[in-house]
């Protein structure tokens, strides 16, 4: 069965540094990979996804991801935080083709500072 | 019409009530979801409704009854909660005949079960 491990449960940054979010998963066959975000009160948003293709995603607000198979990983990236970033994040995998249900990672709080 | 509705967005019920979820999209997505998400933990599928009927029931209790009237809306049924099902429900929707990616989510109905 397919996971993700999303390490640690918490990131802090300084506004204007970079966002590096890790995300591993383990799949048996090709995967569909995610990332949600979610802000505080609010159901999941889709930043953005991997399905094939472009190894590089980019997605909505400036994030930007990287399936690197060789690696399992599908880290989410982001130059510049801007204070409107801190949420959770949820990295998530499917089997390609969507046949299996969706499986999200603990997620990770991502805590901007002025 | 990008956009999933859930009403109500707060929820305070007793053990013996019965009350009801309502989750509502309109952008023809033919897979709908209900999923539990507990305080700093990812989201759990509860229920899958492809085209109208329930395909996927992750072991739920029966005081959880899903029922989905048409294409646009799902409902979830709530009879003799216990305190530990207090959490943010989603319902979330993905497009016609592609299960678990692009799911949209709404933002959720808070439950407190008292």
């Known amino acids: 069965a397919q996971s993700v491990t999303q390490l640690g449960s918490h990131v802090s940054v300084s506004e204007g540094a970079l966002v590096l979010l890790r995300c591993n998963y383990s799949s048996s066959v090709p995967p569909y990979l995610f990332w949600y975000v979610q802000y505080p009160n609010q159901g999941l948003q889709l930043l953005l996804k991997y399905t094939t293709g472009a190894t590089l995603v980019k997605g909505i607000n400036g994030f930007e991801a990287e399936f690197k198979k060789s690696e399992t990983s599908f880290h989410l990236t982001k130059p510049s935080a801007h204070m409107s970033d801190a949420a959770e994040y949820f990295c998530a995998v499917t089997l390609q083709g969507g046949s299996e249900k969706l499986v999200f990672g603990k997620g990770m709080k991502l805590t901007v500072n002025p | 019409d990008t956009e999933v509705t859930q009403t109500p967005k707060h929820l305070v019920m007793g053990m013996t009530n019965k009350k009801s979820l309502k989750c509502e999209q309109h952008m023809g997505h033919r897979a709908m979801y209900w999923y539990k998400q507990k305080a700093k933990k990812p989201p759990e599928l509860m229920f899958v409704y492809s085209y109208e009927k329930l395909s996927i029931n992750e072991s739920v209790p029966s005081r959880f009854s899903p029922e989905c009237p048409n294409s646009s809306l799902l409902n979830l049924h709530l009879h003799a909660l216990q305190p530990e099902d207090s959490a943010l429900y989603l319902c979330?929707?993905?497009?016609?005949?592609?299960?678990?990616?692009?799911?949209?989510f709404g933002p959720g109905t808070r439950l407190t079960v008292t």
């Open positions: 979330a929707s993905s497009p016609p005949a592609v299960l678990w990616h692009e799911q949209y």
